[in-house]
């Protein structure tokens, strides 16, 4: 029986797979198969991978013969050998598994030389410093992933001549010093009992078999059962032809785009050094040439590395990155792939790609990636600008922002009327601070998690924001905070980066956000595939317009309470909740009925036409309420010193108030629909408030379409009694204003309950749309508030969860539960209109999920609206093909 | 074509069925066909209601002359006449649908009486008081019912004429005041431009209406409604001769049970009145005699009713409730109906009729409530005591409790260990109070709700307890407590009662719980039925015996954190989490390694041969420490007053720990498994003890059987991450001691998440088990503290919810989780156990539905085992019939 073919030169494998070949032979073979001038090389096969591991360490059988002759043909190929003294052929060998795959060897290079080699190396590249370096390297490498010498041993010995020769880098070595290096590596290698081989087919044979044994590293293992790989693939080797770019002035090496990755401008942009290897531009050493200059310094090659640069983006169909090398005159593409580049630059050329007929819209849509469009949105720090990083909190609210520190809201408030920028600082915010919040530029916290009062108020506001800064000391008496011991002062300059989270001394330099024509180009191609809408969150008439201006089709959430927080409306909502009798409620209801009216009347000016989602009063009362631990302190202060005796008495019963109210999980308290239910009161003046506003923008000419939406519902009979008082009222309002108000009720599905029941639901709703925030809390058992500050971060580490469940919705949990409540849903009302609002609308994962599952719309920040749609238009196109 | 049968008299009746005669028509057919002295009548069908209803209000043809041919009948059969002045005939008219339904027009009596009658009924009675009486009750009831005058009109002129006579009572007026009231009913009739007839068919033909056409009331449709019961099934009308037990000596009335409904006994159990009416016993104006007199007042008639009361047991084959009446010598059964009874006299009745070979054991099993038994199982207050009750509070854990009221742990030990009987009573209670409530015969608290400390750790001792009494307000400055404006001070006696939350003053009765032989016998048939198992919680061996004579057959859960709040290892564990370095915290740990050892050493000595399931640590690590509130309080005074500058530092680290372990949602937070990923020292110092003592027993040559728990798995990596540990734990222990240990590790299902990847989890698991208490909080979205203190109530009361779903498990949502949760674990390994514990294990209705989805078994606490083993039996018996 003819052996099976274990070893394909890269030309032979063209035809082949890259389960067969690895990724990285498959790749070359490719490379070699167009024309490209790819150092000529052979591919091991996975299959003898597999023979060699099942066998228990025997090279299949007729390996080495392939492997022989395919290096006979190299030899020809490339016109050296191996082992020839004066022209030795050295090569890299290199493991390539299907799939890639972290923990198994990587490369060795420069395989071939030997102590005859080196200085044949060292004549033909006249750069005996370069030879020697490169073998010891070699003997190094080879030593530790062949023959397993521990890497310390040869760092000591190096580290030891540096000392010696009182140099910090290791280029600064002689030649003479790296000959003896070469020497010391040896020794130590023999002293551990190993022989590291002269002969170059050995020095090939014992690499094969350490990377086919690298399969079964613990690394590698632990990886492929994290990532449900099968063991059984095996790795391919690559073996492949160096060549030098430092052997004289008609050598070089060089980097280059086909773009420009800043820009996405259509012009070839990188750089070279004549006479140079790869880690010369490394060590920094001569500074490399703009890839321009070539046209003048190798006129030749400039002009068949454009062509090469051409072919590749048609072949590839992207915007390569290439490395290359030219030995002699003779120019070798070393490596393409695509390259990265900036968002804006990804834009630009996906939209020139498919006005040059390269990609179809479709195929530009899924090009970009939706997240990285996130620093287009948002105005944000320099990347060229150096800076003073302090400290680091979570990254609540994305931006930048930068002013004066102020450590009250009043003062916030003050100093912007003044036309200061500032930065409020505070341990935490409550609503007491709203305006502050408000005046401020961004607000940093020491306190509090991703769902903290300053991160859900600041990204509802699109404003900067960075919370639970732990290493913030904030001293209020003193007007300072400590900083990893560094000392600000109230007046001082800081910066924050909500997107990363960081903390910064001083003023920094700042982009403001471009859309460009060709993003907007990229977002109606977006907006032309049909699929899920996208609406946003807004609960005042600036964001609402912010959200029609990024294209939103809608609002999906508008959160009342934020209007009930507001410096003008919170001593109302206190007033109402402390109210000791009826009389004294219903006045405090009417005065916030006709503010919320406003409020209403606003949002729905600007979205006429367009549906809009209000969700009533959601959060527990003691919200609306100061801390008790605050009166607490002031309550014993005031006992003690013999205080105000009126003033205790009121801080008592306030507090008396605020313990009756506070809660053990507020999470899982009396809020949502249950505030409703029990205090049917408040959604009445909700409602007659949204109808009021309704009615008069008829009046007006205006086309409110509104979805009134019960928060929390978790049992049907909590819907159908709200429903039928918000419909009770709908009526009174039509009765007295003789129009016809366009309004839907319907649910948000925030518990598992209710995902469960979403039949039931759905058979009493025009909608409902899915609260994923809470579902996630209550779906994995943990507050968001304590888990991100807690368990999570270890969580993740240990990839015990793959993703943050707050920012990916977690398909198998709490995407199981969507799912059931979808199904449900449309059995019971095959049309009812089903949208998911929380920050999952906003992640492109969760957007794809989303529209598998079958829903009509995402809602999220008006600043992710652009994400959103392409997200969107991403999730249809890849279910398509 | 010849007329339908619309009246039947109750003979004919017989061979009818309740759809056609209504439910109290074919039990009166019933009671005359076996023989029974029922006074004769007649029953007119649905179908005339039917009919009667959709030709919108005609009698349907023929059947006023069935009626009136029916009507001469019964004259022949009472001897008595329509209208007889001197002998007239008087009816009861009622109506009875298919299904008992309220909302309907009820009873007519004593129709038949006009201004002649009623004078021949005086004369017949020789009681002119009582003809009038009953005359002008009639025209009152018919006014109502048929003419439709409202109540009041009548109540009116009643209490004005008593007002005027000043008399308190009805029977206090004259016969010439009873005159006078027929003639001033009669006006307010006529004054409302109504008629009431002096024809007695008439008056019946009209009744008849009347009944008819309240099918159609609000109050029934909306009954209907909410039942499910069709529209169309319309009731029936029952007519019967009205029968007097108060025609002189030879007449009379009673009530009877057939056994003793106290204790079971088998003897006709009751009492009677000479010459009375059944109102007279009401009014207590003279004192019945016990029914044994009636062998020597009227011997046959008392023959005759003891041959009725053992034919009805024989028909109805259940103990039953009868009232009859002699009307002049004469014996009528007016009613039957299965006897109330007590617990024990339920058990007792239904094992003896076993015997006698009445009832299977599987129809005795199934007539016992279940819920009933608690009474016998807990010392309770003596029925018959006086209680002054002084306010209510939660039932947190059953039984009576009664002693010496003191107000902290601390007394309440050095009292009991001098032999006093103390109350512990205090705002709320904290493990550092954990002695205190050992020492204490119940405990009362002012705060928390029903899986407060308190509460829970009372149930698990099985102590009795209310908590949450917010009537109660508690001076610890004073040592008193004051309740509805009365004060009780430290060292006075003061009862609870933890079955129903009553709070009573001074010293009660109290009944020491009886296991009977006949209890026992019944457990054994229940355990006979094949079907659910029945475990106990218990936390120590003493629990753990009292749970075998209770008939469990092994642990469910054993919370181990119990054993951290003991006294003596509270500080251990403090010293633990306090831990400033890896050493101490190593030395903290290895001492409660210790002391949990000898734990599960007794636990599992008591319990050789069963298995046991223990739940590693699950509480979050603040609830071992103090609270911050009132580190808060003594932090500020120590600032103020100057204090020891050390304490100060100390109480100030201490809150900094405090607030670092703190949550915002605690029930969400950093507990269960997520300890045990984050700690892992924790959870392998309790595997090793549990090893270690499973060891040791097999040394000692018992058979401990152990199922490790890791508790709150919402991710499968968890699991496999921590049942490695625990693996490696036992592997080491084996090895040590060459001992094969018999246990399994599993999963503790308590999160929505893990019921959905349930076929995960019991891939990598021995067996699970349910948490329904914290699966009912996340699947519903509400903290039980929460929710009972504050829109639970609320819920109940309005419908909303059925039944407090902490009590009974909520089918629709979390036991449609429990649902997937079975379906999903058992596709992945058919044989795996699964059972539940927490509350819901002992409820009668969640036993039910654990049965039918599968499970293997429910494990509840020590005193319900009884319970439940009865409620397992019931549940497949059911299923099986």
Partial sequence: MPSRTYVYSFAEGATKD?????????????????????????????????????????????????????????????????????????????????????????????????????????????????????????????????????????????????????????????????????????????????????????????????????????????????????????????????????????????????????????????????????????????????????????????????RICELLERHYRDMQDIEFTVEKGKLYILQTRSGKRTAAAAIRIAVEMVQEGMLTKEEALLRIQPSQLDQLLHRRIDPSANLDVLAKGLPASPGAACGRIVFSADEADALAQKGEKVLLVRTETTPDDIHGMIAAQGILTSRGGMTSHAAVVARGMGKPCVCGCEALRIDYDAQQLLVNGRVFRRGDILSIDGTTGRVIAGEIKMIEPELSEEFNTLLQWADEV????????????????????????????????????????????????????????????????????????????????????????????????????????????????????????????LLSKVRSLSEFNPMLGHRGCRLGVTFPEIYRMQAKAIFNAMARLLQEGYEPHVEVEIPLVGNIKELTILKEEVNRIAAEVQAESRLTLNYHVGAMIELPRACLIADQIAAESGFFTFGTNDLTQTTFGFSRDDAEGKFLPQYLEAGILTENPFAVIDREGVGELMRIAVERGRKAKPRISIGICGEHGGNPDSIEFCYQIGLDYVSCSPYRVPIARLAAAQAAIKRAT
């Fill in 18 to 306: 890259k389960m067969l070949l690895g990724g990285k032979g498959a790749n070359l073979a490719v490379m070699t198969s167009i024309g490209l001038p790819v150092p000529p090389g052979l591919t091991i096969t996975t299959e003898a991978c597999s023979e060699y591991l099942t066998s228990g360490g025997q090279l299949p059988p007729g390996l080495e013969d392939q492997l022989r002759e395919k290096l006979r043909w190299l030899e020809k190929e490339t016109g050296k050998a191996f082992g020839d003294e004066s022209n030795p052929l050295l090569v890299s060998v290199r493991s390539g598994a299907p799939i890639s795959m972290p923990g198994m060897m990587d490369t060795i290079l420069n395989l071939g030389l030997n102590d005859r080699t080196v200085e044949g190396l060292a004549n033909a590249t006249g750069d005996e410093r370069f030879a020697f370096d490169c073998y010891r390297r070699f003997i190094q490498m080879y030593g530790e992933v062949v023959l397993g010498v521990e890497q310390f041993e040869f760092e000591g010995i190096l580290a030891e001549l540096k000392h010696q020769r009182q140099v910090q880098f290791d280029y600064e070595l002689s030649p003479a010093d790296l000959r003896q290096l070469v020497v010391d590596y040896k020794q130590v290698v023999a002293r551990k009992g190993k022989v590291f081989p002269q002969d170059p087919l050995e020095q090939l044979l014992m690499a094969v078999r350490a990377v086919f044994g690298s399969w079964n590293n613990h690394r590698a293992i632990v990886y492929r059962k994290l990532n449900n790989i099968p063991d059984h693939l095996g790795t391919a080797v690559n073996v492949q032809a160096m060549v030098f770019g430092n052997m004289g002035d008609d050598s070089g090496t060089g980097v280059a785009f086909t773009r420009n990755p800043a820009t996405g401008e259509k012009k070839i942009y990188g750089e070279y050094l004549i006479n140079a290897q790869g880690e010369d531009v490394v060590a920094g050493i001569r500074t490399p040439q703009p890839i321009a200059s070539l046209a003048q310094d190798m006129p030749e090659i400039y002009e068949q590395f454009t």
């Fill in 530 to 653: 049909p699929g899920l809408g996208v609406r946003a969150n807004a609960d005042n008439p600036v964001d609402a317009k912010k959200a029609l201006d990024f294209g939103a089709k809608g609002i999906g959430l508008v959160r009342t309470e934020h209007m009930f927080m507001a410096t003008d409306r919170l001593p109302l909502a206190q007033r109402m909740i402390l109210a000791m009798d009826k009389e004294e409620r219903a006045a405090a209801l009417e005065a916030l009925q006709t503010l919320q009216e406003n409020d209403f009347y606003e949002i729905l000016k600007v979205m006429s036409g367009y549906p809009v989602c209000i969700r009533l009063l959601d959060p527990p009362l003691h919200e609306f309420l100061p801390a008790a631990e605050q009166l607490l302190v002031d309550i014993t202060t005031l006992r003690l010193t013999g205080g105000n005796v009126e003033e205790l008495a009121r801080k008592e019963a």
